[in-house]
């Protein structure tokens, strides 16, 4: 199995690159056991990449420490039902999250 070469029609189709595809590839490929993703992570990773923004600056945008970011994103703890539904927020409007970002804080 050639994995670049898969990897590369995945990302092609999907129109952008996949972070981690690659090595979950390898992963499979290995036969290792792969990690389940919650519906909550993917939301989270969904509304991040809308805002096109790294895991810090979500965290700056939402108050929240960048390390409970990365908890959430990985699956070590499930954010609160008011991040959910910010996060559904930020796909669905974007634009209305990122204006806040030319606010200054108070």
């Not at 199995?1 to 898969?6: F, L, P, R, T």
């Not at 919650?38 to 939301?43: D, V």
């Not at 409970?68 to 703890?77: A, L, N, P, S, Y």
């Amino acid at each position: 199995m050639n994995i670049n070469k898969i990897a590369d029609a995945i990302e092609l189709d999907a129109g952008e690159s996949i972070d981690g595809l690659r090595e979950s590839l390898q992963e499979m490929q290995a036969g290792n056991i792969a990690r389940e993703t919650t519906p909550e992570q993917i939301l989270l990773q969904q509304a991040r990449h809308a805002l096109k923004l790294s895991q810090t600056k979500f965290a700056s945008l939402i108050s929240t420490p960048v390390a409970t970011i990365r908890d959430w994103e990985q699956g070590r703890f499930k954010p609160s039902g008011s991040a959910l539904v910010l996060c559904k927020l930020a796909i669905k409007h974007p634009d209305i999250l990122l204006s806040d970002l030319d606010q200054p804080r108070i």
